[in-house]
């Protein structure tokens, strides 16, 4: 019954060839968050969807995009992979935040560990 | 801007309790976490605690805040193997919507 699914959990490209994760859940949330992670560290997030409206973080360099065609699935492009974005790549969802009055916790999935040769 | 520390590993014998620390500065901080991350997986959400509350019990897990000290524990009971993981404090505030700032984790090594 996993909520929060993300494939495939292993992905290898080479060096400048585009790749694109996947992230679907079944929890009907409004918001669906991408964050890096590189080994050893805590998670960076790179931007969020709040249902169709996109949020980017400052940092994020352009090279990543994402895509939400529906509230059930969003994706990350990687446009030019470089040996950097070598990282564990995490979805996260949640509802609305501050849910009647109360902010609601992100939910995890079990990330894609993204390779680059 | 906010900044949330922790120590960096904690070993801990099985059947011990386990304390793992966190501090953090942003005084508006409302909601405190800690997710558990196992290798190669995503991070689990342990628990959470609101700011005016002073403990939270769950089962075997334990939250204390001292809001005047921005101090965060979670003690984990009679701890197990299946503990073992790397622990993650994160922090938010309704100023920065629902973004987390986490701590850099700890890895927590359970011994038999």
């Known amino acids: 019954d996993a909520m929060v699914i993300q494939n495939p959990r292993y992905q290898v490209t080479q060096f400048g060839k585009p790749v694109t994760l996947s992230c679907s859940q079944t929890?009907?949330?409004?918001?669906m968050y991408w964050y890096q992670q590189k080994s050893s560290q805590a998670p960076k997030l790179l931007f969020h969807y709040y249902d169709k409206d996109f949020n980017n973080e400052a940092d994020t360099p352009d090279n990543f995009q994402s895509r939400r065609p529906n509230t059930s699935f969003c994706f990350l492009d990687i446009r030019s992979p470089g040996l950097g974005d070598a990282a564990m790549y995490l979805c996260?969802?949640?509802?609305?935040?501050?849910?009647?009055?109360?902010?609601?916790?992100?939910?995890f999935g079990d990330g894609t560990r993204l390779s680059i040769l | 801007g906010e900044d949330v520390e922790q120590s960096l590993f904690l070993s801990v014998r099985e059947g011990d309790s386990s304390v793992i620390n966190c501090t953090y500065t942003d005084s508006s901080s409302t909601y405190l976490y800690w997710y558990k991350q196992e290798p190669g997986a995503g991070l689990q959400l342990l628990t959470y605690?609101?700011?005016?509350?002073d403990m939270k019990q769950d089962q075997r897990l334990t939250v204390l805040l001292n809001k005047k000290d921005k101090h965060l524990s979670l003690r984990i009971a009679d701890t197990q193997t299946g503990d073992s993981a790397i622990y993650f404090c994160?922090?938010?505030?309704?100023?920065?919507?629902?973004?987390?700032?986490f701590g850099g984790g700890t890895r927590v090594l359970v011994k038999p």
């Open positions: 929890l009907n949330h409004n918001v």
């Open positions: 994160a922090e938010s505030n309704k100023a920065a919507g629902n973004k987390l700032t």
């Open positions: 605690i609101f700011s005016n509350m």
């Open positions: 996260a969802t949640s509802r609305e935040p501050w849910t009647g009055g109360w902010q609601q916790p992100q939910h």
